[in-house]
Every structure is written in C-alpha cells, then in structure tokens.
Nanobody, 129 residues
Framework: QVQLVESGGGLVQAGGSLRLSCAAS????????MGWFRQAPGNEREFVAT?????????????KGRFIISRDNAKSRDNAKITVYLQMNSLKPEDTAVYYC?????????????????WGQGTQVTVSS
C-alpha cells in the first residue's frame, strides 16, 4: 500500500521560505516521477513541480526560479522508501494553498494530475502579506 505523507507546511511572511517534505513508502519508486501540486480555495488543483527517477525536473512558470524540487532515493536500497522535498523561497501571498505530494504512473513524467496515481493528504501553506 503506497503511502505519501507531507509535512513542513505553515504560516510564513511574504519573502520567506519553507521546505516541504513528502515521505513515500509502500511501493517501488525507482521509475516513478514524484510531483507537487497545490490547490487554493475556489481554484482547481494546479501543477507546481515534478522530478523523475533520473533527477530531471520541471516547474510551473509561476514558481520557476523560486522553488526547488529534490528527491532522496538513499532512504532505501530498493527505492521502497523515498523522500521528496520542495524548497520554497521568496514566497508570495499567491502561493497560499494546500500542497499535495503525488507519485506518478511508472515511466511517465508530466504536469497533469491524471499522470499521478497516488496522492498525499496535503499540507497547508499560508503566506501573509
């Protein structure tokens, strides 16, 4: 049973930083892209960033240059447990949302939610002006 557990959200002032973590377990993540999405009240869930099994990354234009996604495959020799991070710098009030970690369909890397099979419960990020 794949489980994704996010942590690290909170309240921060504009211009500040936060680092989100996603602990993934219960599956094999060696060829799985991991992504972050976010959803603000009244809005649809939107893509933030993704990283594949080789470390290639892709970002939404709205966060490019401010956010950094990374993954730590060293947690488990067989990639049954990994941790994915989202370092968020120069935060803006419009970054306020619930942030979700997602594990992709094996072999696929993309920016659409339908390409992700498993989702965490989300962590709230609030940026005050």
């Amino acid at each position: 049973q794949v489980q994704l557990v996010e942590s690290g959200g909170g309240l921060v002032q504009a211009g500040g930083s936060l680092r989100l973590s996603c602990a993934a377990s219960g599956g094999t993540f060696s060829r799985v892209a991991m992504g972050w999405f976010r959803q603000a009240p009244g809005n649809e869930r939107e893509f933030v960033a993704t990283i594949n099994w080789s470390g290639d990354t892709y970002y939404a234009n709205s966060v490019k240059g401010r956010f950094i996604i990374s993954r730590d495959n060293a947690k488990s020799r067989d990639n049954a447990k990994i941790t994915v991070y989202l370092q968020m710098n120069s935060l803006k009030p419009e970054d306020t949302a619930v942030y979700y970690c997602a594990a992709g369909i094996p072999g696929i890397m993309g920016a659409v939610a339908s390409g992700y099979k498993y989702w965490g419960q989300g962590t709230q990020v609030t940026v005050s002006s």
